[in-house]
């Protein structure tokens, strides 16, 4: 475990190193809390604005959220190999790897996730959103403190802390902040955790 605290509190920091790479997510330095006004909506928003076809959830540690069905799902406690790349369209479930064979040239943003277990609220990546205990979901049209909103801008990264379910999202999107607002609006806590 404490690899995996380890891996969140260097995400940022790493992020910076390569954009297309879980290594560049973000690199924010405020973090914040939303208000006890963010309510829990229920799964049956479906993710549109620049995806097409179908929706499917996606369940991992008690969080669920909604993604286009195209989009792959990679579950990395079984493959410590596998890079987290921002530069495709995917979902990546747990802590990246200390062995990621990554490409050496990586360029580019898309619309990507990486759920992983979240440390503790001392130890999140500095520019994280961090919702209210119990709930999962971040409103698609909920303010965003303006030095997230302008790191979310600059960045293309939104990191959202959900203790309930206790993950740390890290939304990344090339031209499409409407979709990944959409996508993690979608986003439930089941109350029951999931082995990764």
């Not at 669920?64 to 990395?76: D, F, T």
């Not at 503790?120 to 990546?125: D, E, I, K, S, V």
């Not at 961090?130 to 303006?146: D, E």
Request: aromatic letters at 6%; hydrophobic letters at 45%; glycine letters at 12%.
């Amino acid at each position: 475990m404490a690899g995996a605290a380890l891996t969140v509190a260097l995400l940022p920091a790493l992020l910076a190193a390569s954009p297309a790479s879980a290594s560049s997510a973000g690199s924010g330095t405020t973090a914040a809390t939303v208000g006890s006004t963010v309510t829990t909506v229920g799964g049956t928003s479906t993710p549109s604005a620049g995806a097409s076809g179908p929706a499917r959830v996606v369940r991992f540690h008690g969080y669920a959220i909604r993604v286009p069905a195209s989009w792959p799902v990679y579950r990395l406690a079984g493959d410590a190999a596998r890079c987290v790349l921002f530069n495709r369209h995917a979902v990546y479930l747990g802590t990246p790897g200390a062995d990621e064979r990554c490409p050496a040239r990586a360029f580019g943003r898309t619309e990507a996730l990486l759920v992983q277990p979240a440390p503790g609220t001392a130890q999140l990546p500095p520019g994280t959103l961090v919702l209210p205990r119990g709930t999962a979901t971040l409103p698609a049209s909920a303010a965003l403190p303006a030095a997230i909103a302008a790191q979310a801008a600059t960045g293309h990264v939104f990191q959202v802390a959900a203790p309930g379910p206790g993950v740390l999202v890290t939304a990344t999107y090339g031209t499409d902040p409407v979709l990944m607002r959409k996508i993690l609006a979608s986003a439930t806590f089941t109350g029951t955790g999931s082995v990764p």
